[in-house]
């Protein structure tokens, strides 16, 4: 009862109207001419040092901290002006009513970097439109256990999909002169606990697994802030640790942007400073003046430590113009209606068709004279998990409303069970189920279960697993529509059931796009960008977890600031190293429920023809894989081809196989299209010993439309 009550109480607060209590700053949005004026043409570098120099030291600092929870200080007296920012990646969240996109990991499934592209271009527009200059996203952190609250705002468990699909999503944002912000930098794979959950992971899982995303971000994608995460990583607090914000960010990989802080996870001021965090977030608790000055009098900081985060900062607010425009494009009007279609387009692309016994899907509209609609999500649809992620969208389309449009006014929809979370069945819901032509069950959960700050259960809740079963029972043509942030009990009621479709949260045009593919106006393309289990336990993460990731406390979600001794962290040890997702289950053999890259289509496809530019190469060469995909059946549709790469000869532990490359290719009934992808040098290296190589020897390029349906291997030999 108490962790219900804490849920709604924040849950509430997070995804209420508007989001009042997180976006204060929108009162004091008005449009801003305010910009500093320089006498000559100055280099960026040249401006930045012109303002600084005339600073105090006071108004270096007001600049560490933010403001009205939302704003970046400026200073007045030299016509810098304020920079807002708003969450997140699915929308803008936080300056009233936004267009809704699907949460970036439905956006995972559509395996489409054009469509990442689009979202990312419509959102930066939706920022310009709203005065907005700094996007609290794209989440990039990876997919370690199913029930993470926050999985649904990231990529998924594969570090070399989030890194393709990041990059044309940052570009996309960026191009429109809005600052993307990638994080949660580092480890952060769960929110139970967050504040005090240290993350204890080897180097080479670090390298291989949880940083490659942020570094293709930041190399790849341009991304100009990353936010450090609340954890600590090996025993040290992200917002204080040197090794990631300066060695890694910085030294390693070349980041010149800025770093930002996770809303309240500075807990001190001197370790922040020195570590390499340049803006503390929402306002400056630990990084303002009454703190750092004495500090910098003791000789513990200096000045030029405080110089260097506000050219950090500066420095990427001129490279988007957010210093030499008004605050807000009087031209934003125009593009909401593109705005919604790229939405919808992204939603149809994301279902995942799991399972189609029979072939029942998709249905045809002209028999059905009787559906059953049941589920807690087909009356108000939830359209994204909860937290700060959650976006109030100008319309919705709930899952009703779409299949109402797609059919005749005579066909009789009934609605059981909609409104309520206790799921005993009348006699009356008895006789609609049976009496019915086809029964779709909306199971899943809500922004209140599925939510950041708190994990969920691996289970569906309310005993939901009972409701399918007890209506595929009394139908055979039961259909479930999932929603949910990536994986979740299926074993117990699967088979039970007709077919099911993975539906994420699919933002405001939900309704339509299920709809669509329920009728087969669009045929599914979707593939998982997880793995889907039959137990728990048989994730290797899982067995190294806590037993109830849902449970919740008030400490837990509020997070304990000040010194260790107060905090109490605690370690959480990732001992299953690299073997996460498939690549655990594709190297211990264990059987999954549904692979990673999996998904039906309501045609078939066919990979042959597959040979490799080059059977032998050098360390440091490339060569290509080519292929013929055709589409053997009656429909148009779409396939994911994906590249996997099987070390044959690794003289350390390496997973099985993973993913290298992947295509979206859209074909025509009879169509065939030939395919070419790179085999890139890096693609065959690990990391060990400080360093990323290759050995020579054998490796085995895999074709596939999942990492366990491989159509075509070609064997490759690397010599030195």
Known sequence: MF????????SDIMNGENHSSFAMSAITLEDCSIMPVFKEDL?????????????????KIGILGGRDNLGINGVERLKIPDIWCTDASAGVRCYNRSTAFPVPLAMAATWSKELNRKTGEAIGEECRGKGVSVLLGPGINIYRVPTNGRNFEYMGEDPFLASELVVPYIQGVQSRGVITTVKH????????DRHRMNSEVDERTLQEIYFPAFKAAVQKGGSKSVMCSYNPVNGVYASENKDLLTGVLREDWGFEGFV???????YSSEGPVKAGLDLEMPYGKYMNSKKLIPLLQKGRITEEMIDSKIRNLMKAFFEIGAYSRERKDPSYNEYEAAHS???LQGAREAIVLLKNRGNILPLNKMKQ???????????????????SCCVKSYDKVNISDGIRSMVSDSVQINSIATEKKSYKLTDEDRMLISDADVVLVSAGFSNVEESECWDRSWELPFQQDRLIKEAAQLNSSTIVLLTAGGGVETESWIEDTAALLHTFYLGQNTGTAIAEVLFGDVNPSGKLPFTMAKKWNDFESTKYYVKKPEAISFLRVVGPQGSNAIRKPWTLKYSEKMMVGYRHFDTAGVEPQFPFGYGLSYTDFAISEAILSKDSIKKGEACEISFIVENKGKREGAEVVQLYIHDREASLIRPEKE??????????????????LPILPEYLEFYNNGAWSSESGQFTILIGNSSRQIAASLELELTD
């Open 659 to 676: 993913l290298k490359g992947f295509e979206k290719v859209f074909l025509e009934p009879g169509e065939s299209k030939k395919i070419i």
């Open 3 to 10: 962790d219900k009550i804490i849920r709604k109480y924040v």
């Open 185 to 192: 930098f580092a480890c952060n794979n769960s929110d139970y």
């Open 341 to 343: 279609e790229i939405s």
């Open 369 to 387: 004279n009787k559906i059953v609609l049941m589920g807690f999500n087909a009356g108000e649809t939830t359209t994204c998990g909860g937290g």
């Open 43 to 59: 280099s960026i570098p040249e401006k930045v040092e012109s303002l600084l120099s005339q600073m105090t030291l006071e108004e």
């Open 260 to 266: 930002i802080s996770d809303w309240n996870c500075v």
